[in-house]
């Protein structure tokens, strides 16, 4: 850890280091690619759009089976398309939840009138593997199966490779939402049975905001035509129009996607899934230890902790009060996350984005002055 840090701490560009789930700190790069502007049925554009899907099937191995249909918005307009497009209407969607982006699905599946049932678990735990399994023995009915790769209202990592395994022994579908994992932790189609996946361009990445993609199989594609119940959201009839012409069906997010190109270059330099998940469990680590050291608990034990973002349990302190921490933090450079959980006062802290194992020991130093500025003596939680 650096024994000092600048008052207010800026990345290369000036912005202040985001400690969060995404939007993230890009590089400067990245931000640069933004300042050109092309036209959407432009050659080099269409180029730029043909080379980003391409590069998006390799990092899952997917260039046989797989096409990659990408989308405007944010990863939820994907997750959305992805179940409005591969659920038909006499489907039955059944939706591993232990968080708020599992019940996010279950929303969606409610306004599209999808049959729908939730298996649900705490938020410091993963889902149960043996239960899928006896549930699918039990309900037939069930032709589609989602789970959340990362959950990142906790930050707890669940197994998708088992859930894979029991999905493909049952003959049903399974649909993952890779949104916060999707780069940095593998989902390796040669290696995990599934049909389609979710994610966007501002996680692990490191793209920033503006589109996902939904990287799925081509035969579960053709056949979902005409099972979208929004035309926006149709990622048949998105495919197809872009199978036919290289382009959007709607304007795209240009230079989202022209940023992205510079992102996935980026990405492909460090070593794809292998360098930059290595970075971020780096990252992970020395967050995790340097508050450890600081007093604090994790939510989760190591084994089930994605270095993505980590969730630590509030101090009972009286002087620790969660929006001054934040506010005092934000004022010398560093966002976080409030918690999201239901079973424990937390918030949240992120290890992901354009910066490495220096700029988190930075980020430590600065938690440390401020707690003492605060006056803030003890950071353990509440006993269980």
């Given at each position: 850890?650096?024994?000092?840090?600048?008052a207010?701490?800026?990345?290369?560009?000036?912005?202040?280091?985001?400690?969060?789930?995404?939007?993230?700190t890009?590089?400067v790069?990245?931000?640069e690619?933004?300042?050109?502007?092309?036209?959407?049925?432009?050659?080099?554009?269409?180029?730029?759009?043909?080379?980003?899907?391409?590069?998006?099937?390799?990092?899952?191995?997917?260039q046989?089976?797989?096409?990659c249909v990408?989308?405007q918005?944010?990863?939820?307009?994907?997750v959305?398309?992805?179940?409005?497009?591969?659920?038909?209407?006499?489907?039955?969607?059944?939706?591993?939840v232990?968080?708020?982006y599992?019940?996010?699905?279950?929303?969606?599946?409610?306004?599209?009138?999808?049959?729908?049932?939730?298996?649900?678990?705490?938020?410091?735990?993963p889902?149960?593997?043996?239960?899928?399994?006896?549930?699918?023995?039990?309900?037939k009915?069930?032709?589609?199966?989602?789970?959340?790769?990362?959950?990142?209202?906790?930050?707890?990592?669940?197994?998708?490779?088992?859930?894979?395994?029991?999905v493909?022994?049952?003959?049903?579908?399974?649909?993952?939402?890779s949104m916060?994992?999707f780069?940095?932790?593998?989902?390796?189609?040669?290696?995990?049975?599934?049909?389609?996946?979710?994610?966007?361009?501002?996680?692990c990445?490191?793209?920033v905001?503006?589109?996902?993609?939904?990287?799925?199989?081509?035969?579960?594609?053709?056949?979902?035509?005409?099972?979208?119940?929004?035309?926006?959201l149709?990622?048949?009839?998105?495919?197809v129009?872009?199978?036919?012409?290289?382009?959007?069906?709607?304007?795209?997010?240009t230079h989202?996607?022209?940023?992205?190109?510079?992102?996935?270059?980026?990405?492909?330099?460090?070593?794809?899934?292998?360098?930059?998940?290595?970075?971020?469990a780096?990252n992970?680590?020395?967050?995790?230890?340097?508050?450890?050291?600081?007093g604090?608990?994790?939510l989760?034990?190591?084994?089930?902790?994605?270095?993505?973002?980590?969730?630590f349990?509030?101090?009972?302190?009286?002087k620790?009060?969660?929006?001054n921490?934040?506010d005092r933090?934000?004022?010398?450079?560093y966002?976080?996350?409030?918690?999201?959980?239901?079973v424990?006062?937390?918030?949240?802290?992120?290890?992901?984005?354009?910066?490495?194992?220096?700029?988190?020991?930075?980020?430590?130093?600065?938690?440390?002055e401020?707690?003492?500025?605060?006056?803030v003596?003890?950071?353990?939680?509440?006993?269980?």
């Open positions: 850890m650096s024994d000092k840090t600048s207010v701490a800026a990345s290369p560009s000036g912005d202040p280091w985001l400690l969060t789930p995404g939007p993230l890009t590089s790069a990245t931000k690619a933004m300042l050109h502007d092309f036209g959407s049925r432009d050659k080099k554009f269409i180029e730029i759009n043909r080379r980003v899907r391409s590069s998006l099937l390799s990092i899952i191995n997917g046989d089976d797989f096409v990408p989308l918005g944010s990863g939820t307009f994907s959305e398309a992805m179940l409005g497009t591969l659920v038909p209407q006499d489907g039955k969607l059944l939706i591993l232990n968080g708020a599992g019940h996010r699905m279950a929303k969606i599946c409610s306004y599209y009138g999808r049959a729908h049932d939730v298996m649900e678990y705490p938020e410091d735990q889902v149960s593997i043996s239960d899928l399994d006896a549930r699918l023995n039990e309900d009915a069930v032709t589609h199966v989602a789970v959340i790769h990362c959950e990142t209202t906790s930050g707890v990592l669940n197994p998708i490779a088992g859930v894979a395994e029991v493909e022994k049952h003959g049903r579908s399974l649909l993952i939402d916060s994992a780069g940095a932790l593998p989902v390796d189609a040669s290696k995990i049975r599934y049909d389609a996946v979710a994610a966007s361009s501002n996680k990445l490191e793209g905001p503006g589109m996902g993609f939904v990287l799925i199989r081509r035969t579960a594609l053709e056949k979902s035509k005409g099972n979208a119940p929004s035309l926006v149709d990622l048949y009839d998105q495919w129009q872009m199978e036919k012409t290289d382009q959007w069906r709607f304007t795209p997010p989202c996607i022209v940023a992205f190109e510079q992102a996935i270059r980026e990405y492909e330099a460090e070593g794809g899934v292998d360098g930059r998940g290595g970075r971020y780096s992970c680590k020395i967050l995790v230890d340097g508050m450890r050291a600081l604090f608990e994790t989760l034990p190591d084994h089930l902790q994605a270095p993505i973002i980590v969730t349990h509030k101090p009972t302190d009286p620790f009060d969660f929006q921490f934040y933090l934000a004022e010398r450079g966002l976080i996350y409030p918690g999201k959980l239901t424990a006062d937390s918030f949240r802290v992120g290890c992901i984005g354009r910066m490495g194992n220096d700029d988190i020991r930075d980020a430590l130093v600065v938690i440390k401020t707690l003492s500025e605060m006056g003596e003890n950071c353990a939680p509440a006993a269980a």
